[in-house]
């Protein structure tokens, strides 16, 4: 047979899938048959080898079956039939993950990628993949069907060539022996075995790797004190509904949304009305804290600056020191994102190089704030438009978690002993990461958290007996100013519990709009149903002032415009 004629019967293999391709027998029995039958004719072992080497672009386990064949008929040697078969398995690959890193990048800026993968979604692969990335890297050699989408995604996401070879050349110095070898001992019988491990290869990954996540994760942590607390640690996360993801408790809440607003209402963006002073959409998301703060009574907020990304690193350090002495102010300070959400990006800089840090990697427009002692505070307050007073609908008392040390035991032991921050300990564990194996002097409380958000471990616990006639007139004469505010909550810094039921003293350090939770449901003693029922009446008191000011003539956000504002919100 010639080679023109082993050319055309290698083509139509190209068409085959990467898994599964020896179901189609009778191909690969001829293309197997032309292949030796060239080899026994050829004059050229540099020729044979190159062919071999060049054939696993096509299709590599069948290219080394084939090399394999002809080292048991001793027209080539299985150590020549392993090389050339590496040789060109370790090429493509390198090939594969270069037109991901030549062109795939360029391609997420035109149609159709574009349409599909963002440019945020491939930093999320990268991240992915400097984590985990090389290890599922080398599995993937040994999982056909899954070499081409791993070695492309690799290059997208430009993973450190460096290392990627060294892993391509492990994954090939043992996959292609035993593929090579298999089928010098055994013969064309090895084109069942492979089609049957490429079948099943795949749920038998995913059994290994159950597998070994239930000996590492739950069987072997049994072992060890530390090991049991970090599992009743996540047992709790799971059981607790209030270490539930936010997109989970919700639920429930975006059922109800979208029902009162598609049937109910027949307005899908009703709600949009409900804060007409938050623009563009009441403070459903992305709204800007500056932007709130202005309309408020200044003598009621923490002294702050608006600051802008675009400033230089020097600039970003000239405004904080001026802020900080045009209010004769001294660490710590508070620097966090004009938007944002469930205290994002919200960090208290106890010293200059804490805040250095943090402008170094600011890539937005950003707020400097004056650092407020005292208790922290949860105030939910709505209007009715056409009322001249409103309502307090929810108050939470903000606890940051401490724990006391014994003279003895580690930060991390600590942690891990108490009932309360063994909940959150994986997240305690990374925020503190420097401290942890710190002995605690016996007496001295360390604090975990910095920030009165659930979400970064502080306890919510219900303040409806701190509700007061004093505290309602102090919130109102807070947003008297604030013409088109109806709805939402305060997070207000007192000296006492008694300061606030007093409304003495009172600071604002922030004020979220339509999205904003009544977030005395997280107390512990709450269940998710009570959860569910008040998040239900919180979102019908807005649909109620939304409509009132729909009445007044005003008009809701265009549906349009509304998912467009949602999609760039989320990025």
């Given at each position: 047979?010639?080679?023109?004629?082993?050319?055309?019967?290698?083509?139509?293999?190209?068409v085959?899938?990467?898994?599964?391709?020896?179901?189609?027998?009778?191909?690969?029995?001829?293309?197997?048959?032309?292949?030796?039958?060239?080899?026994?004719?050829?004059?050229?072992?540099?020729?044979?080898?190159?062919?071999?080497?060049?054939?696993?672009?096509?299709?590599?386990?069948?290219?080394?079956?084939?090399?394999?064949?002809?080292?048991?008929?001793?027209?080539?040697?299985?150590?020549?039939?392993?090389?050339?078969?590496?040789?060109?398995?370790?090429?493509?690959?390198?090939?594969?993950?270069?037109?991901?890193?030549?062109?795939?990048?360029?391609?997420?800026?035109?149609?159709?990628?574009?349409?599909?993968?963002?440019?945020?979604?491939?930093?999320?692969?990268?991240?992915?993949?400097?984590?985990?990335?090389?290890?599922?890297?080398?599995?993937?050699?040994?999982?056909?069907?899954?070499?081409?989408?791993?070695?492309?995604?690799?290059?997208?996401?430009?993973?450190?060539?460096?290392?990627?070879?060294?892993?391509?050349?492990?994954?090939?110095?043992?996959?292609?022996?035993?593929?090579?070898?298999?089928?010098?001992?055994?013969?064309?019988?090895?084109?069942?075995?492979?089609?049957?491990?490429?079948?099943?290869?795949?749920?038998?990954?995913?059994?290994?790797?159950?597998?070994?996540?239930?000996?590492?994760?739950?069987?072997?942590?049994?072992?060890?004190?530390?090991g049991?607390?970090?599992?009743?640690?996540?047992?709790?996360?799971?059981?607790?509904?209030?270490?539930?993801?936010?997109?989970?408790?919700?639920?429930?809440?975006?059922?109800?949304?979208?029902?009162?607003?598609?049937?109910?209402?027949?307005?899908?963006?009703?709600?949009?009305?409900?804060?007409?002073?938050?623009?563009?959409?009441?403070?459903?998301?992305?709204?800007?804290?500056?932007?709130?703060?202005?309309g408020?009574?200044?003598?009621?907020?923490?002294r702050?600056?608006?600051?802008?990304?675009?400033?230089?690193?020097?600039?970003?350090?000239?405004?904080?020191?001026?802020?900080?002495?045009?209010?004769s102010?001294?660490?710590?300070?508070?620097?966090?994102?004009?938007?944002?959400?469930?205290?994002?990006?919200?960090?208290?800089?106890?010293?200059?190089?804490?805040?250095?840090?943090?402008?170094?990697?600011?890539?937005?427009?950003?707020?400097?704030?004056?650092?407020?002692?005292?208790?922290?505070?949860?105030?939910?307050?709505?209007?009715?438009?056409?009322?001249?007073?409103?309502?307090?609908?929810?108050?939470?008392?903000?606890?940051?978690?401490?724990?006391?040390?014994?003279?003895?035991?580690?930060?991390?032991?600590?942690?891990?002993?108490?009932?309360r921050a063994?909940?959150?300990?994986?997240?305690?564990?990374?925020?503190?990461?420097?401290?942890?194996?710190?002995?605690?002097?016996?007496?001295?409380?360390?604090?975990?958290?910095?920030?009165g958000?659930?979400?970064?471990?502080?306890?919510?616990?219900?303040?409806?007996?701190?509700?007061s006639p004093?505290?309602?007139?102090?919130?109102?004469?807070?947003?008297?100013?604030?013409?088109?505010?109806?709805?939402?909550?305060?997070?207000?810094?007192?000296?006492?519990?008694?300061?606030?039921?007093?409304?003495?003293?009172?600071?604002v350090?922030?004020?979220?709009?339509?999205?904003?939770?009544?977030?005395?449901?997280?107390?512990?003693?709450?269940?998710?149903?009570?959860?569910?029922?008040?998040?239900?009446?919180?979102?019908?008191?807005a649909?109620?002032?939304?409509?009132?000011?729909?009445?007044?003539?005003?008009?809701?956000?265009?549906?349009?415009?509304?998912?467009?504002?949602?999609?760039?919100?989320?990025?």
């Amino acid at each position: 047979m010639t080679l023109r004629t082993l050319c055309i019967v290698a083509a139509l293999v190209m068409v085959l899938p990467d898994s599964g391709w020896c179901s189609s027998q009778g191909t690969v029995e001829s293309l197997l048959t032309a292949f030796e039958e060239y080899a026994a004719q050829s004059s050229s072992r540099f020729t044979l080898l190159l062919i071999i080497a060049a054939a696993t672009l096509i299709s590599e386990d069948l290219a080394c079956i084939a090399a394999g064949l002809l080292a048991a008929r001793s027209i080539i040697s299985p150590l020549e039939a392993i090389v050339a078969s590496g040789l060109g398995i370790y090429i493509g690959d390198i090939l594969l993950y270069l037109t991901g890193y030549l062109i795939g990048l360029k391609a997420l800026h035109h149609p159709p990628l574009k349409w599909f993968v963002s440019e945020h979604r491939v930093q999320q692969c990268r991240t992915l993949f400097q984590r985990r990335g090389l290890g599922l890297i080398f599995m993937s050699r040994f999982l056909p069907g899954t070499r081409t989408a791993t070695f492309l995604a690799a290059g997208l996401v430009r993973v450190d060539l460096v290392k990627l070879l060294v892993v391509f050349g492990l994954a090939v110095v043992i996959w292609t022996p035993i593929l090579v070898l298999s089928a010098v001992l055994i013969g064309r019988q090895v084109i069942t075995y492979i089609d049957i491990y490429s079948g099943w290869a795949l749920w038998v990954f995913f059994f290994l790797l159950a597998l070994i996540f239930t000996i590492t994760r739950l069987i072997v942590p049994l072992f060890t004190w530390r090991g049991r607390r970090l599992l009743l640690s996540r047992w709790r996360r799971f059981s607790n509904w209030e270490f539930w993801p936010f997109y989970v408790t919700n639920v429930v809440t975006f059922v109800y949304v979208l029902y009162t607003g598609l049937v109910k209402y027949r307005r899908a963006t009703l709600f949009t009305l409900t804060n007409p002073a938050i623009k563009p959409d009441s403070g459903f998301i992305g709204e800007r804290k500056s932007s709130i703060f202005k309309g408020l009574r200044q003598e009621y907020v923490g002294r702050w600056r608006l600051v802008g990304a675009a400033n230089t690193m020097q600039d970003r350090l000239d405004l904080l020191h001026s802020f900080m002495a045009d209010h004769s102010l001294d660490y710590p300070i508070v620097l966090k994102p004009d938007a944002g959400q469930r205290g994002q990006g919200v960090k208290i800089c106890p010293d200059h190089e804490t805040a250095r840090q943090w402008l170094e990697q600011a890539e937005r427009d950003y707020l400097i704030m004056e650092y407020l002692p005292g208790e922290e505070f949860g105030v939910f307050y709505y209007r009715l438009p056409d009322q001249p007073r409103g309502r307090i609908f929810s108050i939470n008392r903000k606890k940051l978690l401490d724990v006391v040390g014994d003279g003895k035991s580690t930060l991390e032991e600590l942690i891990l002993r108490d009932e309360r921050a063994v909940c959150m300990a994986p997240m305690f564990f990374e925020n503190l990461e420097a401290d942890l194996l710190d002995i605690i002097p016996e007496g001295e409380t360390r604090q975990l958290g910095q920030v009165g958000t659930h979400s970064r471990g502080s306890l919510f616990l219900d303040g409806a007996d701190l509700i007061s006639p004093e505290l309602l007139e102090r919130v109102e004469r807070i947003v008297e100013n604030y013409s088109g505010f109806y709805f939402g909550r305060f997070d207000l810094k007192a000296p006492s519990e008694e300061d606030l039921r007093e409304g003495k003293n009172l600071k604002v350090i922030e004020l979220n709009g339509l999205t904003s939770e009544a977030t005395h449901i997280y107390d512990p003693k709450n269940s998710i149903f009570y959860a569910w029922k008040t998040l239900i009446d919180q979102w019908s008191i807005a649909f109620d002032i939304a409509e009132a000011n729909l009445k007044k003539g005003l008009q809701p956000m265009p549906l349009a415009e509304f998912i467009s504002h949602w999609r760039r919100g989320g990025r």
